[in-house]
């Protein structure tokens, strides 16, 4: 059996993506490297201005090992290792706190964070 001229045009228009069926997605979306770069920008910038206006240590390791887990979730991925990324960064994360705020600051980091310019070559 043929099939009308009319709808063979149509069935091709449908599979090139024709005029008849536009998509109502974006089309210029970030993908999951910008939107991780973005995360881990953001915190850092966050945490060298903690670091700056205040003499703690306690917010490097819940930062800098948070901002994996928060890339992970800002991502969206339904993967395996999406889950399992953000589990273990936030496990990381809560235990070096934790040592952190029992600990008072960390002797390995206090010669770097003492300046300016340390603090904004250990946050880059």
Do not use: H, N
């Given at each position: 059996m043929l099939l009308p001229?009319?709808?063979l045009l149509v069935?091709?228009?449908?599979?090139?993506?024709?005029?008849?069926?536009?998509?109502t997605t974006p089309t210029m979306v970030a993908?999951?490297?910008?939107?991780?770069?973005?995360v881990f920008g953001g915190l850092n910038a966050a945490g060298l201005a903690i670091s700056l206006a205040a003499d703690t240590h306690v917010h490097l390791d819940l930062i800098?090992?948070?901002?994996?887990?928060?890339?992970?979730?800002?991502t969206r991925?339904?993967?395996?290792?999406?889950?399992?990324?953000?589990?273990?960064s936030a496990r990381l994360a809560g235990f070096l706190f934790y040592r952190?705020?029992?600990?008072?600051?960390?002797?390995?980091?206090?010669?770097?964070?003492?300046?300016?310019?340390?603090?904004?070559?250990?946050?880059t």
């Open positions: 001229a009319r709808r069935s091709a228009q449908a599979i090139r993506g024709g005029a008849r069926y536009k998509s993908g999951p490297l910008a939107t991780s770069a973005k800098g090992t948070g901002a994996f887990a928060a890339a992970a979730a800002a991925g339904r993967t395996a290792s999406t889950y399992m990324v953000g589990a273990w952190a705020l029992t600990g008072g600051k960390d002797l390995r980091l206090e010669d770097t964070l003492s300046t300016a310019a340390g603090c904004a070559a250990f946050w």
